[in-house]
């Protein structure tokens, strides 16, 4: 695909964005205020950013994304969602801190916050993307809770959604 065609799409994908979470002509959505590049991992199920290598799995080695859809995330405070979403420099998860705390990361103790975006995630049956993303009360990294697979967690035994929402990720591929 060229250059040319793939700018094209992905500016298509963000007006459409801005279109669907109701933003109209004047809001639409744009390119600066998504980061794109996150991808699930078929191993583990969390979603991480591919954007530095494949960061480190809870299944040993680097996560694996050569099945996953290329999801954005929200960077801007503009944005619709629920804020305070930030990337492990040491897994490269997406993880939501909870009061002090930073969640279990495989690196060993908490997620590294140094060098990371603020994330804002939907939330919602509603939320536009796909279902059902969740938070994981104990590492604190979101996955994906629509698979067979199994979910191992960083904090032991597999990750557990019990205090989770619904949250919905759109992809541009």
Known sequence: MSQLRRNLLVTGAFVGLGMSLGLGVSGRARASEYQSNWRWCRR???LFWGGRGGGLCRMGGPHD???SANYIVATSERAPGQPGWRWCHHCHSLYLPVGDTRGVCV?????GIESSASYRLSAGADAPGQHPWRWCR???CLFYAGSSAVAPCAGGSVHDPSQSGDYGLLSID
């Open 107 to 111: 690196h060993g103790g908490e997620h």
């Open 44 to 46: 583990c199920q969390a």
């Open 65 to 67: 994304g050569s099945a």
């Open 138 to 140: 104990v590492c604190q």
